[in-house]
């Protein structure tokens, strides 16, 4: 599968659907996200049930500060709506596969009590 290119207009239907999705903030400008691209796009081969989108941080200035992305690139991952992993810097390729495997093996049903918890 293919990334996807997420927009102020498609982020938020995007990432509030079931299942894991990754969103890497990105710019073309940005030396770190050049090298991690081929490896995004290797995981998004990899990882058909996964979505992988881009978000170009330029073209998305308010998507970039709405998650407070001060360094590029960001890598997020949702997992059924809910934010459950963020973090700046190029990941090499075992420890992306590393996240995607830890975001699939989450209890949910911990994860949302642990959330309401915060909430209360």
Not at 68 to 76: E, R, Y
Not at 97 to 109: E, F, G, I, R, T
Request: proline share 5%; charged share 20%.
């Amino acid at each position: 599968m293919a990334t996807v290119d997420l927009t102020t207009e498609t982020f938020e239907e995007t990432v509030t659907k079931e299942g894991i999705v990754l969103v890497d903030f990105w710019a073309d400008w940005c030396g770190p996200c050049k090298r991690f691209a081929p490896i995004y796009e290797a995981s998004s081969d990899q990882n058909p049930a996964v979505v992988h989108g881009k978000v170009d941080t330029e073209a998305e200035q308010a998507l970039g500060a709405q998650f407070g992305v001060t360094a590029i690139p960001t890598l997020m991952a949702f997992r059924d709506g809910i934010l459950v992993f963020q973090q700046a810097g190029a990941l090499p390729a075992p420890q992306l596969k590393q996240v995607v495997d830890a975001v699939a093996d989450l209890d949910m049903d911990e994860v949302r009590q642990k959330l309401a918890e915060q909430q209360a």
